[in-house]
Nanobody, 122 residues
Framework: QALLVESGGGLVQDGGSLRLSCAAS????????TGWFRQAPGKEREFVAD????????KYADFVKGRFSVSRDNAKNTLFLQMNNLKPEGTAVYYC???????????????WGQGTQVTVSS
């Protein structure tokens, strides 16, 4: 059984918007900080955004500040990523993850979803 399942990816034009969702099983979201990462073809997986479990403090990679917004609904065990003003360089597979801390390090995350493809056309 998948513990994290992303949805909401798709094809969008330059400047468009998408909202990603990540449904979590069990108590993952009540235990871990959660974040979004992405991996473009031929590149390493990189941090996008993070939100802490209780304080809801958020952190963003510099390349998405002001355009993306991360949120979570602990009662519904769901994590969201609202992406506005998407750019072609944002084309990647986007993953949600449950991580031991909010460092943004891939190695700090113990649980990963299967990913959802986001393609931004120019």
């Amino acid at each position: 059984q998948a513990l994290l399942v992303e949805s909401g990816g798709g094809l969008v034009q330059d400047g468009g918007s998408l909202r990603l969702s990540c449904a979590a099983s069990g108590r993952l979201l009540t235990i871990y900080p959660t974040g979004w990462f992405r991996q473009a073809p031929g590149k390493e997986r990189e941090f996008v955004a993070d939100i802490r479990r209780i304080s809801r403090i958020t952190k963003y990679a510099d390349f998405v500040k002001g355009r993306f917004s991360v949120s979570r609904d602990n009662a519904k065990n769901t994590l969201f990523l609202q992406m506005n003003n998407l750019k072609p360089e944002g084309t990647a597979v986007y993953y949600c993850a449950a991580c031991r801390d909010s460092s943004g390090r891939v190695g700090a995350c113990d649980y990963w979803g299967q990913g959802t493809q986001v393609t931004v056309s120019s």
